[in-house]
């Protein structure tokens, strides 16, 4: 029985950039959002506050330390960091992965994500119009360009805290059909990874929802692909009725009330037993809760009363999928460590405390044991 490696998605936003302060007023992080939120519909569990760790700044090296603490105390195995190049050398949020590089005390195996989408500025209007006003474009490099990526990069690849796949480093990108010549970059990567690393990358890829998607993902040339069924539930009934999807959007028209939904309900879709991601090679992506309205407002999309004790369900659920692939490539990822403005966190807040960090640890005990 193999146990998985349970990699968590780390979101490096929480502190002030000049581009943050441009497009949203000076000193704007996710905090902003977080801390702005209210209850939109009656049950509606908002805002979420921040206990043991409080409104952080990232750019605190004793806060990523803690997070190791307590992320270790959960049963996960390292973080995977965002990443953000635009191109032609232009980065944004790379301070916390360059602080952790840099501090030998934090002992917390990690790797990265390229989020390789441009970034958009949403403004609603009075009739739920939404203009998409862009902030920041993904542009991709010429070779020499995917070289100096590379070379970025390249003291994360060389320490020795980097998460390996089979012997090779895990480099992750987002969205891999979004990138024309994702080949060459593939390419151009495995060849400078022998040069200074010795091997070649391990590439991992997201696919969204179907089994279909995976598979178009690994055959542009991931390695590995990473299914996050976050909307899956939209495939079913009664989510795929016309009646539900009529009175959902009457309410969004008139202002009322974000689409929502029961935790308890829609997690029975996050993972397929029976589907690709019991394959090895298919990671599947553990979802602890949901709540897009401290970004979205009324716009969003709730999972509400997501307890503890569902998340646990579907943690064990998961990772009895999981429990006989290939212990050298078995990877369950989740999503996610800090995602506050999303409402989808691991992180404790007021209101239960360490709940999911204690339930994903009692979940790994009751599949794997103690």
């Known amino acids: 029985m193999s146990r998985p490696k349970i990699l968590a998605f780390y979101l490096p936003q929480y502190y002030p950039t000049p581009t943050n302060d441009r497009w949203y007023g000076t000193g704007f992080t996710e905090w902003t959002n977080v801390g702005k939120a209210r209850p939109l519909f009656r049950g509606h569990y908002q805002p979420h506050v921040p206990a043991d760790l409080g409104y952080y700044d990232l750019r605190n090296v004793e806060t990523q330390r803690k997070q190791s603490e307590l992320a270790k105390e959960a049963g996960i195995d390292g973080f995977v960091y965002y990443h953000y190049w635009f191109g032609d050398g232009d980065m944004e949020l790379d301070i916390p992965l360059q602080h952790l590089i840099a501090d030998r005390d934090n002992d917390?195996?990690?790797?990265?994500?390229?989020?390789?989408?441009?970034?958009?500025?949403?403004?609603?209007?009075?009739?739920?119009?939404?203009?998409?006003?862009l902030v920041k474009e993904q542009k991709y490099d010429d070779e020499a360009g995917i070289e100096?990526?590379?070379?970025?990069?390249?003291?994360?690849?060389q320490d020795d805290r980097y998460i390996h796949v089979d012997g090779r480093p895990v480099?992750?990108?987002?969205?891999?059909?979004?990138?024309?010549?994702?080949?060459?970059?593939?390419?151009?990567w495995n060849e400078l990874g022998r040069k200074y690393l010795g091997k070649e990358f391990y590439f991992i890829g997201q696919a969204i929802g179907t089994d279909e998607d995976a598979a178009r993902c690994k055959a542009i040339g991931m390695d590995g692909v990473n299914i996050a069924r976050l909307g899956e539930?939209?495939?079913h009934f009664p989510y795929n009725s016309s009646v539900l999807k009529y009175y959902h959007k009457f309410l969004r028209l008139l202002g009322k009330a974000p689409y929502h939904y029961k935790y308890m309900n829609v997690s029975k879709w996050f993972v397929d037993e029976n589907g690709i991601e019991a394959r090895d090679g298919f990671f599947p992506t553990l979802i602890p809760n949901w709540d897009h309205s401290p970004r979205s407002g009324k716009?969003?999309?709730?999972?509400?009363?997501s307890l503890p004790e569902y998340f646990k369900a579907h943690a064990v659920k998961c990772l009895k999928t999981v429990r006989n692939k290939d212990a050298s490539t078995n990877i369950v990822f989740l999503k996610s460590w800090n995602e506050w403005g999303e409402g989808n966190h691991m992180e404790p807040d007021l209101k239960y405390g360490k709940g999911y960090i204690k339930a994903l640890r009692d979940a790994i005990?009751?599949?794997f044991g103690s």
């Open 233 to 235: 539930y939209t495939h």
């Open 108 to 133: 917390f195996p990690f790797c990265v994500c390229w989020a390789n989408q441009s970034w958009y500025s949403k403004f609603w209007n009075h009739d739920a119009a939404c203009e998409a006003k």
């Open 148 to 157: 100096a990526h590379f070379k970025y990069l390249l003291s994360a690849f």
């Open 365 to 367: 005990s009751e599949v």
């Open 299 to 305: 716009r969003g999309a709730v999972f509400h009363d």
């Open 171 to 188: 480099f992750m990108i987002y969205r891999p059909a979004e990138y024309p010549s994702v080949g060459t970059f593939i390419e151009k």
